[in-house]
């Protein structure tokens, strides 16, 4: 099938900057839209940020100027950069990929959901 593999979380001080990187793996034939989620400790899991298979990009309200969401294609890797980072934004982060892949005998398509990472903002 397909693996994610998350990586760049860590703890950083309010106004610093973290970048996530997630990397998809397996049989991909093609990847469409591919997204970042994060779900604070006692809240729902939000959308952050998702970018479409054309590049086109959307945030949630209160990220909008302070985290940009890239992809790789040739790479199969999708980026979240967070600038401006705020103690509100402490949550474990998640990717998201929306993603066609095959098997021996089908061609399929599916959502995968990467591990987590927890993104640590101290005021």
């Known amino acids: 099938q397909v693996q994610l593999v998350e990586s760049g979380g860590g703890l950083v001080q309010t106004g610093g900057s973290l970048r996530l990187s997630c990397a998809a793996s397996?049989?991909?034939?093609?990847?469409?839209?591919m997204g970042w989620y994060r779900q604070a400790p006692g809240k729902q899991r939000e959308l952050v940020a998702a970018?479409?298979?054309?590049?086109?990009?959307e945030y949630h309200d209160s990220v909008k100027g302070r985290y940009t969401i890239s992809r790789d294609n040739a790479k199969n890797t999708v980026y979240l950069q967070m600038t401006s980072l705020k103690p509100e934004d402490t949550a474990v982060y998640y990717c998201?990929?929306?993603?066609?892949?095959?098997?021996?005998?089908?061609?399929?398509?599916?959502?995968?959901w990467g591990q987590g990472t927890q993104v640590t903002v101290s005021a």
């Open positions: 998201k990929v929306d993603c066609s892949y095959y098997t021996d005998i089908h061609f399929l398509r599916d959502v995968f």
């Open positions: 970018i479409s298979s054309g590049g086109s990009t």
């Open positions: 397996g049989r991909i034939f093609s990847i469409n839209a």
